[in-house]
């Protein structure tokens, strides 16, 4: 099978003879061997391992993604990040932990940016209660 992945800045990874790929998503891990039906997921930011002709295995963790197979014999992973390297346990460890406290911190900004919003608008509505007098030159007051 012929491997790709790319990430919006540069295409990590791009080799022919894969003879097998596991990754994981949402359901759990799961494995692609040549001649898989096509398939469209959404990656967990994980680890996805493959073997090449030589049986030698890689590594490469994903800050999420989607993978697809095309026709059995192509797999493409599209991810926002994606971190290559021979020893498992040292990317696990160093890139995974990262990468979830990146999700972290883009879920904390969200919530953040939530509760500004939020503040915003109770202020707008402190200000329009009916018992002020309009602010806007021009208009009438409540009747």
């Known amino acids: 099978m012929k491997l790709t992945v790319s990430t919006p800045l540069q295409v990590v990874v791009d080799i022919d003879g894969v003879t097998r790929l596991r990754a994981e998503d949402a359901t759990g891990s799961f494995g692609v061997l040549p001649g898989h039906a096509d398939f469209l997921t959404v990656l967990a930011p994980s680890v996805v391992m493959w073997q090449d002709a030589q049986e030698q295995t890689h590594y490469l963790a994903v800050r999420a993604g989607v993978l697809s ?12 990040e994606a971190v290559a390297g021979d020893d498992l346990q040292q990317l696990e460890t160093r890139v995974l932990a990262q990468f979830r406290h990146d999700a972290e ?14 503040a915003a608008v109770r202020e707008i509505c402190r ?14 007051p409540p009747s």
């Open 105 to 118: 911190l883009e879920r904390t900004a969200r919530t953040d940016a939530w509760k500004l919003q939020l």
């Open 69 to 80: 197979v095309q026709g059995g014999e192509a797999v493409s992973i599209a991810t926002r």
């Open 127 to 140: 200000l329009l209660r009916a018992d002020r007098p309009p602010s806007v030159p021009g208009t009438l």
